[in-house]
């Protein structure tokens, strides 16, 4: 009975009932929506010529539950949709502060029940924007096919080879909200207040 009682009080609440997949605007000037396990976001702005894809991009991610010393995701993976052509990137970012990461060695995706998909840091991944520690994947054929099968499972393992070691750092990352958040940024990639 308490518990019945707690739970109709906090579903009350302002602002509680009905918004956990609702858009809304953040202090930072985005349009955000939490879906699950992912956040995605829309800038209000677009600048053709950013030297950023948050300037000209909708972007989607989901996040590891390890931590680096800036008590940020260590790990995480972001879907994101060019605002000015449509096209969608995928982009793994490897922020960890504690342990560094193994170029030598390709980072690993693993789908259950399926062969290991095997990115090469030079051959299949590439950084852009100035930043050292994310990469996207280059070829559009195999972001294609990663994203769809992203879109059709659940969670996806995210095995990064780790130096001094020749064992995988291996974690889980959730899918769960990612079909919501393409569509979030799908239905948000053309409301701007400047262009």
């Known amino acids: 009975m308490l518990l019945r009682s707690c739970l109709a009080v906090f579903l009350l609440l302002p602002g509680v009932s009905g918004t956990f997949a609702e ?15 992912w956040l995605a976001a829309c800038p209000d702005t677009i600048n053709e010529d950013g030297l950023s894809y948050h300037e000209f991009s909708c972007f989607a991610s989901t996040y590891s539950q390890q931590l680096n010393a800036a008590n940020l995701p260590a790990y995480s993976l972001t879907i994101i949709r ?7 990137d995928i982009a ?6 504690e342990r560094d990461f ?3 060695r390709p980072l690993v995706l693993q789908f259950a029940g399926d ?6 840091f030079s ?11 994310q990469f996207f994947v280059r070829d559009p054929d195999r972001k294609a096919n ?14 990064v080879p780790l130096e001094g070691t020749p064992e995988n750092l291996t974690m889980r990352l959730s899918l769960r909200g990612l079909t919501a958040s393409l569509d979030f940024m799908e239905a948000y990639a053309r409301r701007i207040e400047q262009y």
Do not use: I
């Open 102 to 104: 193994d170029a030598t």
């Open 123 to 133: 051959a299949d991944l590439e950084t852009r924007y100035n930043t050292v520690n």
């Open 146 to 159: 990663l994203l769809q099968r992203f879109k059709d499972r659940n969670a996806v393992e995210l095995e």
């Open 115 to 120: 062969p290991a998909e095997e990115l090469d």
């Open 23 to 37: 858009p809304f605007r953040h202090s930072t000037g985005e349009w955000r929506e939490y879906n699950r396990d």
């Open 82 to 88: 060019n605002r000015l052509n449509g096209e969608f």
């Open 92 to 97: 793994v970012t490897l922020a960890d502060t």
